[in-house]
């Protein structure tokens, strides 16, 4: 069934394992991952950035993946990183089960206020929300600071809104890590301690195996995947049209990158599973 994040998360942060949510770009990326969501009969999230929804438009992505979901795991399509209320909005209304308000930018009480909006709106809807608190380093990145989310905001910020899961920042990055990064694990468990909601891991592309499984066990319930997507379709891709099937006909070279993304996706579902 396609259902709220909240519902997949709640019973990964009960069974001690984390969801995977991988941000889609086209027809081709939602072909991958949902052949790996058949193949592995695990929980997964599908969501979009505004820059892709831009792209291909808001009501695209959702249509295509809920005609084209066969089963195998409960899924939640997901708004990843929404920048107002007005885009929440209408995703909400383009299908989507979930939406992310990120007002991590913003002043402590006006993400507080941000939030509180979304999450009066979105469960007024039985649409479950996602917010963040501190930031994530690349695109959000503030003059080459990572701001770590602090223990005690994160404990008020979560009773104050009533969102249903919390990104935090723990010293991950968006895009490709231009060197080893260092990831506050213990941070994660502080917070996981005092906070009562499932929280969430961006920017894990290029992690280590061991650093995910580090994360999930210290209590990160879902983790999200972009750029390490891209990069398998992108092979893939390159894989298709140098093979000899190719031809003009884009049928001939493009399941090449489906089937990497499908490969890629396969491999993060069973890593985030429990050992």
Known sequence: MIVTGAELLI???????????????????????????EKTCKPTIIQTIPKTLKYGGISAYSSLVRALYKGGADIA???????????????????????MIDGSML????????????????????????????????????????????????????????????????????????????????????IADVVDVPLVLHGASGLSDEVIRACIDAGISKINFATHLRQAFTDGLKKGLASKEATYDPKTYLPYAIKAVEDVATKIIRLCQPK
């Open 11 to 37: 019973q990964a942060k009960k069974g001690g394992y984390a969801v995977p949510a991988f941000n889609v770009d086209n027809l081709e990326s939602v072909l991958g991952v949902l052949n790996a969501v």
């Open 107 to 190: 002043s402590f009480e006006e993400n507080i206020a941000l939030t509180k909006s979304v999450v009066a709106l979105a469960h007024a809807k039985g649409i479950s929300v996602e917010a963040e608190l501190g930031t994530i380093g690349g695109k959000e990145e503030t003059e080459g600071q990572i701001k770590y989310t602090e223990v005690e905001e994160a404990k008020e910020f979560v009773e104050r809104t009533r969102v249903d899961s919390l990104a935090i920042g723990v010293g991950t990055a968006h895009g490709v890590y231009k060197g080893e990064p260092h990831i506050a694990i213990d941070r994660i468990k502080e």
């Open 77 to 99: 399509i997901h708004l990843d990183h929404g920048g107002d209320v007005k885009i929440c909005e209408d995703c909400i209304n383009a299908g989507y089960s979930s939406v």
